[in-house]
């Protein structure tokens, strides 16, 4: 019996060892907290679809206005350099907004891109918000599992671009997309609001 246990164990260890992509390099939470950030330089490695089947499923774990769950995703790889092409055009016609080539540029070293669909329009401030946690979960799991992550709202400049592209239909509304990929390096520390500067009042 012991024996068998002991097996069984070093097979689990040994398949961790040889399988990231399903055991993940898990984190402390506080460390996945304090790890996320957002990336804009990547490796040449590919995600692997379990991670992204993960990111994505943790998503779909976040709270919703009414139990809504108003989210839906397309996964983009190969078609990235499209989305790099309309983006960099939409750049060309607003030149007073840089951040909308430079995010083109970003877009063009990750990997895979999210894009996050809503599928609702009535109360858009709960669906927005709704839609902002399951994005900020998508982000936490991406740092869990080792790997870096952008998120995009400049997409939205070309929605309607995207949409032809994908034949999404007008029931569905672009709210954001996630970049993903394997992070080059460690972006320098950001300054933050201290507690003090984010409480505007405490009572007794
Ligand atoms: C709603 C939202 C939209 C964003 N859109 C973009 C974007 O289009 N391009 C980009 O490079 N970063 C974008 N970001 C990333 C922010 O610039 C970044 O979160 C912020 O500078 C703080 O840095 P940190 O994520 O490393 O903590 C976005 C972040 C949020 C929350």
């Not at 030149?95 to 070293?109: G, Q, V, Y």
């Not at 902002?132 to 997409?155: F, P, Q, R, V, Y």
Request: glycine residues 6%; charged residues 25%; contains cysteine.
């Amino acid at each position: 019996m012991t024996q068998v246990f002991y097996q069984n164990s070093m097979v689990n260890i040994l398949f961790c060892l040889l399988s990231s992509t399903v055991c993940g390099d898990h984190m402390e939470f506080k460390e996945v907290l304090e790890k996320r950030r957002s990336i804009r330089k990547y490796t040449k490695q590919s995600v692997e679809r379990e991670k992204v089947n993960a990111i994505i499923e943790a998503g779909l774990l976040a709270p919703s206005a009414h139990n809504t769950q108003p989210w839906q995703f397309i996964i983009v790889r190969k078609s990235i350099p499209e989305i790099v092409k309309l983006l960099k055009e939409e750049g060309e016609k607003h030149p007073e907004d840089e951040s909308i080539s430079k995010t083109a540029d970003t877009i063009s070293r990750g990997d895979t891109l999210i894009l996050v669909y809503s599928d609702r329009l009535e109360s858009p401030d709960f669906t927005l918000l709704s839609m902002g946690a399951m994005i900020e979960n998508m982000l936490l799991k991406a740092t869990d599992l080792g790997l870096g992550s952008l998120w995009i709202g400049n997409i939205l400049k070309i929605s309607s671009q995207v949409a032809g592209y994908f034949g999404v239909d007008d029931t569905k509304h672009l709210v954001s997309a996630v970049l993903l990929g394997y992070k080059e390096k460690d972006p320098k520390p950001l300054e933050r609001k201290t507690l003090a500067n984010a409480i505007i009042k405490e009572e007794k």
